[in-house]
């Protein structure tokens, strides 16, 4: 069914009757995104899985501050400076911590690797029957495609007592990469007419090392390569139990319902674009700088250009400067700050240091030019997507991949958060909204 004039002109009627008065949020004092004027966050509920800090107290008064992110109590520049400084793999041991609450010993990691790999594979004929038969240009529709039918799979799907809960979701991590590498090769090739490359992963190797060696036809990847998207990973697994799609793990945990509906949900919430696909926006946002700059090195012409966007005269005409600021932090994003430490290597690496440059200039030009340019009210810094999306296309990773690899790592904090919620709390989650309608008269159909 396409869109008619029938249909536009019922959409009329809805956008009629459908809009509120904005002034009545003020007046209730409703807290429009559960945000206050400030930005900040209503407080829902509690959490010991991470901790996002932005703010300090100073005589008594909040004032901004370095950001910093913990997880379970751990910093995480401290976490990854260990993975680096042992030139290891972190995105396994992080799973564990996130999901246990402690750091696991050599022995207890290993145990941990094994039973990962071990997960690490899909049903007989998944891959032929569910991936291939219907591919989808949307990989993250296809992952939470198959993250439903992975329901009939399992025979115990409805069970949520904790031990099961904990195998469900220790087998959605070990196979949310199978599933999207999976679903991107079945889209590149039916959809884009590209040859099939279905490549199994192999048990030795790390999440990070699979992803790279699944996606490229010769299987081939180097050890920084590697590492960095496995620090790209271990970046986003976990933000706070208040971000739209681990709150939507919490609010459908809390209906009781099962392990793949509540990760399904998730999953639709990160695929919204004010959510999870930021990154792509920051990597369009430099592709049209570069088009529409003819020397890029040139800071008068980017600062130029940098304006045009918040006048809503570049680019998708939307006034945003991509990857710039972020809902919580405001002097820096430490994510962003860890990325950054790596992302010189990788372009070197790769010959891209003017494209690194570039970004390197326009994360310092783009808060100046903000603050010239409008009223904020905390300021602004570059967020993880501002460098994520860099790296990932400096990982020749495809654009349709760089939502479902944010999925990748996330479905860690989203598992954590489903067995605290499933701990810790009988009630279903159920806000108020105020009715602001008045009362109407009912009237016969004849004498409408």
């Known amino acids: 069914m396409k869109v008619t004039p029938e249909i536009e002109r019922l959409t009329d009627i809805c956008k009629e009757h459908g809009g509120i008065d904005l002034s009545l949020y003020g007046k209730y004092d409703v807290k429009r995104g559960l945000r206050d004027i400030n930005g900040k966050g209503v407080l829902a509920g509690l959490t010991q899985i991470s901790n996002v800090q932005a703010v300090k107290i100073e005589d008594g008064r909040e004032v901004p501050c370095a950001g910093s992110l913990s997880y379970r109590g751990y910093n995480i520049k401290e976490l990854t400076k260990g993975f680096v400084k042992d030139q290891r793999f972190g995105f396994e041991e ?37 991936v291939m038969k219907a591919p989808s240009k949307d990989i993250m529709n296809a992952l939470s495609r198959s993250v ?3 329901y009939s799979y399992d025979k115990n799907p409805d069970d949520i007592s904790l031990p099961n809960v904990l195998r469900q979701c220790l087998n959605l991590i070990s196979v949310f990469p199978l599933l999207s590498v999976y679903g991107y090769q079945a889209y ?86 004010k959510h999870g696909g930021a990154n792509i926006k920051v990597v369009s946002m430099f592709h049209d700088l570069k088009k529409e700059v003819k020397d890029y090195t040139d800071e008068d012409a980017v600062r130029d250009y940098l304006k045009r966007l918040l006048h809503k005269e570049a680019f998708d005409r939307r006034g945003l400067i991509y990857g710039m600021g972020h809902a919580i932090y405001s002097v820096s994003d430490p994510r962003a700050e860890v990325l950054k430490g790596f992302v010189e290597s990788l372009a070197k690496e790769k010959g891209r240091m003017k494209d690194y440059h570039l970004y390197e200039m326009v994360e310092r030009m783009a808060p100046e030019v903000i603050a010239e340019e409008r009223r904020i009210y ?31 790592a996330r479905i860690v904090g989203w598992s954590a958060h489903r067995m605290e919620e499933l701990i810790n709390t009988d009630k279903i989650i159920r806000p108020a909204y105020k009715n602001v309608l008045s009362p109407a008269e009912y009237v016969p159909l004849s004498e409408r």
């Open 188 to 273: 590149n090739h039916y959809i884009r007419g590209k040859s099939l490359y279905i490549h199994n992963p192999k048990r030795e190797l790390s999440t990070a090392e699979n992803i790279l060696r699944m996606l490229r036809p010769d299987k081939k990847y180097t050890d920084l390569e590697a590492k960095i998207l496995d620090l790209a990973l271990i970046l986003h697994m976990e933000h706070g139990g208040g971000n739209n799609s681990t709150f939507t793990t919490h609010v459908v945990s809390s209906s009781g319902t099962d392990t793949y509906s509540a990760i399904a949900a998730a999953l639709g919430s990160l695929k919204g674009p």
């Open 378 to 408: 905390k300021g602004v810094s570059a967020n993880v997507d501002f460098y994520s999306g860099f790296v990932y296309s400096m990982l020749d990773l495809p654009l349709e991949l760089y939502t479902p690899m944010f999925a990748v």
């Open 94 to 130: 992080t799973t564990y911590l996130l999901l246990f609450g402690q750091l696991p010993n050599k022995e207890e990691l290993e145990n941990f690797n094994r039973l990962l790999a071990n997960q690490r594979s899909l049903p007989r004929n998944f891959v032929r029957d569910v």
């Open 148 to 150: 439903l039918t992975l």
